[in-house]
């Protein structure tokens, strides 16, 4: 079983900055990718920003690109969000997402629970 686990959501004004976790942990072997979605009030999920394991390469929402950078702990299994510039269409649940190799081989893909991310004036 893989467990994420999701931090530093809350409320900011425009222009704000935040920076979430996630932390995977379990039987894990390897991980994959590590990614951000969020889903606003009646939108579908999107895919935020993205990074692979192994080379590092990341992928961003063109909405965010610029404002928001994806980075990780390899170590700690962990994956951060760093918002910048935060505008109100950005308020959203945002949820973590992991592709990882269990330590039976078997590919999983986990999600968090999600953390809310509100940003108003």
């Known amino acids: 079983q893989v467990e994420l686990v999701e931090s530093g959501g809350g409320s900011v004004q425009p222009g704000g900055s935040l920076r979430l976790s996630c932390v995977a942990s379990?039987?894990?072997?390897?991980?994959?990718?590590m990614a951000w979605y969020r889903q606003r009030p009646g939108d579908q999920r999107e895919l935020v920003a993205a990074?692979?394991?192994?080379?590092?390469?990341?992928n961003y929402l063109a909405a965010v690109r610029g404002r928001f950078t994806i980075s990780t702990d390899s170590a700690k299994n962990t994956v951060y969000l760093q918002m910048d510039s935060l505008k109100p269409e950005d308020t959203a649940v945002y949820f973590c997402n992991a592709v990882v190799e269990d330590t039976w081989r078997r590919s999983r893909n986990a999600w968090g629970q999600g953390t809310q991310v509100t940003v108003s004036s």
């Open positions: 990074i692979t394991s192994d080379t590092g390469s990341t």
């Open positions: 379990g039987s894990i072997r390897k991980i994959e990718a």
